[in-house]
């Protein structure tokens, strides 16, 4: 019986290799016959109905284009991307696709679906885009995940506490001083478009503000032009190789500039902090932490009565560089958005801006000359809702990229392919009509006497869950500052087009005529 077996098992196996040999001969006599174009088009074709096989079977249910577009996909269409165009995908459903090269992209609308991807590290990791590896440099912080990632932000923490905050105000005054001369200089004939030059403030805050007097006015001025393509390069759809004379390409020149100034900037702040000096700006902050730390943990002072330090571990200064750049990606072209919104807001409503400078007055005890520190700005209620109503009406980021680590079931119905992109977005959170009456206007009140703060689900400006947004209180702090020095110095008019109101892309969101603004000194 068992010799049985064998030989129909045996038989079993030749004939089909009998089957598998026909079948190769019946394909190479059908090819024989066939051009080498005919071959090229034939292949090309099998590949093409694969590709959208594969993409149906991804779509499954969810909104968007019944086919995709061959090889590239939406990538032609994104290249400029519209706000009316992203409105229009966000509003197709609460899970809607789209297909980029080799990218299929999931996007959520909805604020309970935003929130469930923020707080799904099982699921998901932070991907920002394409090109985000290749500009911020793939060990960078950001792109760090579970544990490895909880331990590198354990050692910023302090750096955004209340006292580290108002270190940081008298360098950013500084800034807003100088930079105000140069508004009133500008503004001697006509109006001037504002976008550009809010995002150089902008640049020259954080700069001052990480690392002091370490840079220098030139090379701050040099940055601001090199984050103008660095943001170019990390628009969400991009061609995907670093070739040269590409917007990836001349970001990584970019991004290479930068790191050098953040990494000799470093260098000497670790030199300074060593010497025993007390810390002036992050960097300072940052890297005396670490030089505690390390004292602490040679003595074995865990017993000591004395206050014990965080305890992290010594970053290099390539790391220190690279986490200042991630910082610098996050804050810049943020609170440019946020900055152009809140000026031309207030020039629109002067009612508005007559109540902040009521207010600035007040926290100054009617001093309009004294300089700003902490507990001035904390008394700020009046103006802390108009710049977060600026940012409920306007906000900077309208999504953040994730990576699906595995198949992720994100609804009863639909499960997120692993490897794909899936986009939480904040619009609709932001707009909603329940938490935000009259959702389209921008009313600074419903913060201090409406209903807006008993909505906290519904505030996703600045993200949440384990990777939300590490310097908030800071970026609000210095939108706060900048109106609040400016009510007291500056009028300002808005030349406004029939354009002012619309919103134009470039990473974040900006008045689409670029903000025209003529600035004049406010006598005492």
């Known amino acids: ?83 009316e165009g992203y409105l229009a995908k966000w509003e197709s459903g609460p899970l809607s696709c789209v297909s980029v090269f080799h990218k299929f992209v999931v996007i959520a609308s909805t604020q309970e679906l935003a929130r469930k991807i923020l707080n799904a590290p099982a699921y998901v990791q932070p991907c920002v885009v394409d090109a985000g590896k290749k500009i911020l440099k793939h060990t960078n912080w950001v792109f760090l995940d579970g544990k490895a990632h909880v331990e590198y932000r354990k050692g ?34 006509k109006h001037v478009p504002y976008m550009n030059i809010f995002r150089e403030i902008n640049v020259a805050v954080s700069c001052r503000t990480f690392c002091g007097d370490y840079i220098t006015s030139e090379a701050i001025k040099a940055i601001s032009d090199d984050y103008w393509r660095i943001t170019a390069a990390m628009e969400l759809v991009n061609f995907p190789l670093v070739l040269p004379y590409t917007k990836i390409w001349y970001g990584v020149q970019a991004r290479n500039r930068v790191l050098a100034e953040f990494e000799a900037s470093s260098a000497k702040s670790r030199a300074r902090m060593q010497a025993g000096e007390e810390p002036n700006c992050m960097m ?49 072209d943020a609170t440019s958005s946020a900055m152009c919104w809140l000026f031309q807001y207030l020039a ?14 007040a926290v100054r005890d009617g001093d309009r000359n004294k300089r700003m520190d902490i507990d001035m700005v904390e008394k700020m209620t009046y103006t802390r809702a108009v710049v977060k109503e600026t940012l409920r009406l306007r906000p900077p980021v309208l999504m953040v990229p994730y990576a699906a680590k595995k198949d992720y079931p994100i609804t009863p119905e639909y499960i997120v392919p692993k490897g794909s992109m899936i986009i939480p977005t904040f619009w609709h959170a932001l707009h909603d009509e329940e938490a935000y009456p009259e959702p389209n206007h921008w009313n600074p009140e419903r913060w201090t006497e409406g209903q807006a703060e008993s909505f906290p689900r519904n505030w996703l400006v600045f993200g949440t869950g384990p990777h939300v947004c590490l310097g908030q209180q800071y970026a609000v702090m210095h939108l706060m500052a900048t109106i609040g020095k400016a009510s007291m110095f500056l009028d300002w008019d808005h030349l406004r087009t029939p354009t002012s109101d619309d919103i134009r892309i470039f990473a974040t969101t900006f008045p689409m005529d670029d903000l025209l603004l003529k600035f004049s000194e406010r006598s005492a």
Request: proline share 3%; aromatic share 12%; no cysteine.
């Open 1 to 83: 019986m068992e010799s049985f077996n064998n030989f129909s098992t045996a038989t079993a196996s030749a004939f089909k290799v009998a089957e598998a040999s026909v079948a190769v001969a019946t394909f190479r006599e059908f090819v024989k016959g066939m051009s080498w174009w005919t071959v090229a088009a034939t292949s090309l074709a099998i590949l093409l109905v694969a590709e959208q096989i594969r993409y149906l079977n991804r779509k499954q249910g969810i909104a968007g284009r019944a086919w995709t577009i061959p090889i590239v996909g939406e990538f032609l269409g994104s290249m400029h991307p519209t706000f």
């Open 348 to 361: 629109d409503r002067p009612e508005i801006l007559v109540k902040v400078r009521e207010e600035q007055l």
């Open 156 to 189: 910023l923490n302090n750096l955004f506490t209340r006292k580290a905050l108002g270190v940081y105000l008298p360098a950013q005054e500084q800034v807003y001083d100088e930079y105000f001369k140069e508004f009133l200089a500008m503004s001697k004939e």
């Open 284 to 332: 300072d902050a940052w890297i005396k932490e670490m030089i505690e730390a390390k004292a602490f943990q040679e003595k074995g002072d865990a017993n000591s009565a004395g206050h014990a330090p965080i305890l992290i571990r010594e970053f290099s200064d390539s790391e220190i560089a690279q986490t200042f750049l991630s910082f610098l990606f996050a804050s810049q």
